[in-house]
């Protein structure tokens, strides 16, 4: 490590801008933020720079005097002028302060990193100079994980800490924070009940003790694969999770944003074997919320199209636990945007139908006669072994066998595949191209088609 993280403090000290153009006014942006008096030393200042002093917020030194440097914890320099930074960086040194160069690291006895501000949380991210575009990503990776209510929720915390070591036995003080850190607290301000939150923490101090657990259960949405398709708020339930029951299809790397210590559990059903029954699944899930744990039913896609929420939300239900649904991208949104076909289309397509190429054993496939209507596109799901039967009566209920159609096979994993044909030549391209589950099968039959469709039914047959 060259350089060692520290935090400066920063109340009753001094931060000394030395420049007056937008360099300097970027430094005066951050230092904005510390409780720290901002002096800036400068002719013909910026703007920005101007309207600070004007406001009171930073006091002005046109020209250096003895007294510039006075209880300076820091300066940032940034004149433009290479010997000027040299000179004000050595007086400022004299004076104790920790000087930063703008652009010159070889000046500088401190650098700024890339900082994730949720005061009084603040997380620093260096890369020493190797990489300071991957520092900046990884901070827009950080930015996303931590909700902009965190700062927030930890000052209150702190604001308790006194009352908690007055009311909390100290053997328990660990397990509490554990519990305010993660609880039903937390989770009410997270969601902007922040009355409530406190109240909660307070009822618990009252009472010398943390809550037991509520149990909960929220089906997450995963998306297509990939995990930056995932919702800020799924990243959030993982992170929550004590355990987390996932499908065949949810990517691995998406598993990876849990919490190391949660449980993971798989549900799904490998090739050739059997699926664990539902209502098997249904009551692993309510057992496991019933001992007060945080369980998510991670399912692909949205867990609201063909994700048997409908059973898993009703044996909660009839155990009396919360439950929550996060959304998810489902795969024919993420097929669409992969082919960068819009799933409506303005004169073309006015209607967008989700179905299925399976239903329950049993029973009577979906009707396709309500699908077969100029202006319409249509996503089949797990219809990729039953194109031929799909096409077959796409085409006998009235949609032209020369429509459209893209196969979109394991949309935004590494397994991703294309392919291009006709309803009429589904099954056909399908065997040729060896294209397997899972796969979005998209059939467009747009309006400019439907004058001509006769025609084309006509040499379909
Ligand atoms: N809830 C999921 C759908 C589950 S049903 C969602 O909203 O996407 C399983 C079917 O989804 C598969 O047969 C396939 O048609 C589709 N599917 C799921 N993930 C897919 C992916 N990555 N690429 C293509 N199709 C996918």
Redesign the pocket.
Known sequence: MKNFPMFLRMDGRRVVICGSGEDAARKARLVLKTEAAIRILGTDLDPELAGLVASGRADHHPTLTPATFDNAALTFIATGCPALDAALADHARRHGAVVNVVDRPDMCDAVTPSIVDRDPVVIAIGTEGAAPVLGRSIKTEIETMLSPRLGSFVALAGRLRDAVAQNIPHRQRRGFWEWAFNGEAFRAHLAGRERAAAEILKDAIAAGQAPAEKGHIALV?AG??ARDLLTLRAVQRLQQADVIFYDR?VDPEVLELARRDADRIYVGKDVGAHAIPQATIDRMIVNEALKGRRIVRL?????S???RATEELEAAKAAGIETEIVP?I???S??AASLQKPLTERGEIDTFAITTGQCRPGDAAPSRARLAHPGTAVA?????EKAEEVSRDMIAAGTPADCPVDI??????RDERHAATTLGNLAQTIREEGLA????LFVRYPKSMAASAPAQQATAA
């Open positions: 949405g297509p694969g299809l399912k692909s896609g949205d867990p199209v063909f994700g998810g489902t795969a024919a993420a097929a089949l799901y797990m219809a990729v979109v096979a394991s949309v935004s994993t589950y899972p796969a979005i």
